[in-house]
């Protein structure tokens, strides 16, 4: 850091007079000797650990680790605590609370005497709403990721989230009774970390690391592996370092770290939750990212990470082969190898020497995977904003479909008839399921991935086109069409959709078609009302009166963009 620029924590602890006394003396009850007020960087630890969110259960240890690190490098750490998003747990979903969560972070950060921040974060979105955040500060911060917890054990198989779909639609079917179903989640979640496969949260980990944010290595590392808290500690050596070479994340997060960041999800098979999240983080950051990118930058780029739900091995099984690095080095003739990361090496340079020491779990640009990855994204008159599908996780067969619709006003109507034996619904119809959008839930739950009906799993059925304006689990898998945008309940054409429409699905063409006039259209519009949430105080009316699309990333309009670091006034 260039000796003109004060250290910005000097703004509380630095001053003279009464309101020095009071910045001071009070931090003094936990045993801080004076010198530690007198000019060393002062670096927060924002942890999102919660015993509510059993993903980041383990972060308090974790924090530890990084506080290692920070006195080591000369600095002085300081942990404080933000909204945890505990994916598993929270109601109506934990997409609802992304946005607050990350309001929590920001004026955490910009309201204290901070001059750097370590970012703690494993469960879906714990990880972007603590980085949105920070983003929107823009002091320099590095990220570290909770890691995967170890792989699950039954009866002698692997087992790790996206198994909690095949046991569901089993238990269902009369294949697996209660008592087995039982048996199968007390072997699932056998150690800390978050999911095992490459769902929403090893995604978000992924896309730190892709984003140049993390040290190398941060996304596969298990949770409970002793080279996690290593990684921790690293960490809060490095980020005293940021501090003084004034490495903002805005000097990170460039146009080229989003278009890696987009070629490394498609690469291992990353969630489509990756979509609302890194649209999101551009809003807030300025990068100008559309849809479109997603499906530009995706192209050509064949799956390469050989795990659940897109393949088979799990995150435990990623590390092992060597990780994110051997994916990036092979992405190398595709990325933006100059982008500068948190370690104040390019992204090229940190992975020039890594080896691959598995290509069954890792394949190569010319042996890859699966030739189909990434996100594609979809257009028509159902979707004129568009809508998204993750073709590695999807059938063959039902990528180019036409059939008739069987909609589901809501998910209490979908609830109340998916099982009726009368349901008038074969295999080759389209399942849709409106007012599951930001707006419509509200907060766009995962939801998408609709289970079948069970006439249609009784006679084998396992895949069905599913569409919807929600989310689907990064851990789940199936012909699943999500984000359609505008959604049901802004008065979208996805509202309008009625069951025995016919609908076409294109993927290779980027299609998505409603076979409805415009005038019929036009004439539903009039009759169309929207629905009553009976919602109207607190966040959750904020929200519903100002989130985006999922075009847009679902930020809250208010949100785009940063208010910087500086405080003017002081408290007293």
């Not at 004076?34 to 972060?59: M, Y």
């Not at 404080?80 to 598993?88: A, H, N, R, Y």
């Not at 809501?410 to 034996?421: F, T």
């Amino acid at each position: 850091m260039s000796d003109k620029k004060e250290l910005r924590s000097q703004g509380w602890f630095g001053k003279t007079g009464k309101d020095g006394f009071i910045y001071r003396a009070w931090m003094k009850n936990q045993g801080h000797p004076d010198d530690e007020f007198s000019g060393k960087p002062v670096i927060g630890i924002c942890n999102t650990w919660s015993e509510l969110t059993p993903c980041n259960g383990h972060l308090r240890e974790l924090a530890d680790h990084v506080k290692r690190g920070v006195w080591e490098a000369g600095g002085f750490p300081l942990e404080f605590p933000v909204m945890s998003l505990g994916e598993t747990l929270m109601k109506p979903t934990a997409m609802l609370f992304r946005n607050l969560a990350s309001m929590d972070a920001e004026e955490s950060i910009r309201g204290n005497p901070l001059d750097g921040v370590v970012l703690l974060g494993g469960c879906d979105k714990t990880t972007p709403s603590i980085l949105m955040g920070a983003c929107s500060v823009d002091i320099p911060s590095i990220f570290v990721s909770g890691g995967s917890m170890l792989t699950g054990k039954y009866r002698g198989k692997d087992i790790a989230t996206s198994d909690i779909w095949r046991f569901s639609e089993a238990n269902r079917n009369g294949k697996m009774d209660n008592d087995e179903f039982r048996l199968a989640e007390a072997m699932m979640c056998r150690s800390d970390g978050h999911c095992a496969v490459m769902g929403t949260a090893s995604t978000m980990a992924c896309m730190v690391e892709a984003l140049g944010v993390t040290l190398p290595h941060n996304a596969a590392i298990p949770a409970s592996d002793s080279r996690r808290k290593v990684l921790a500690h690293l960490s809060g050596r490095r980020i005293v370092d940021m501090v003084k070479e004034d490495l903002t994340l805005s000097k990170i997060m460039t146009r080229e770290a989003f278009e890696n960041a987009i070629m490394v999800n498609a690469a291992v098979g990353g969630s489509t939750n990756f979509v609302v999240h890194l649209l999101a983080l551009a809003g807030r950051v300025g990068v100008d990212l559309t849809l479109e990118d997603f499906d530009k930058f995706s192209a050509n780029i064949p799956l390469l990470a050989n795990l659940q739900p897109s393949g088979k091995f799990m995150m435990e099984d990623f590390y092992y082969a060597g990780g994110l690095p051997v994916v990036i080095k092979e992405l190398r003739e595709h990325l933006n190898n100059n982008a500068i990361t948190a370690n104040g090496k390019s992204i090229g340079e940190n992975t020039e020497d890594v080896t691959c020491y598995d290509r069954e779990t890792i394949g190569t640009t010319k042996d890859p995977i699966k030739d189909d990855s990434g996100i594609a994204v979809l257009r028509g008159n159902l979707c004129p904003n568009g809508a998204i599908i993750k073709p590695s996780a999807a059938t063959p067969e039902l990528m180019q479909h036409k059939g008739k619709a069987v909609v589901f006003t809501n998910i209490e109507d979908y609830k109340a008839r998916i099982d009726d034996p009368n349901l008038d619904i074969d295999e080759t119809s389209i399942m849709v399921l409106q007012n599951v959008g930001p707006k419509g839930y509200p907060g766009m739950p995962e939801v998408g991935n609709m289970g079948l009906p069970k006439k249609l799993l009784a006679k084998g059925v396992t895949d069905m086109v599913r569409i919807s304006d929600g989310r689907m689990s990064g851990t789940a898998f199936g012909t699943v069409v999500l984000h359609v945008a505008p959604e049901a309940a802004a008065g979208g054409a996805f509202g309008l959709i009625e069951s025995g429409d016919e609908i076409e699905l294109d993927v290779a063409n980027r299609k998505l078609t409603l076979h409805v006039s415009d005038e019929v259209l036009a004439q539903r519009k009039i009759k169309w009302k929207p629905q009553d949430l009976g919602i109207h105080r607190g966040f959750v009316k904020m929200f519903i009166d100002h989130t985006e699309q999922a075009d847009k990333g679902v930020d809250l309009d208010f949100l785009k963009g940063k208010s910087g670091s500086e405080v003017t006034r002081d408290s007293h």
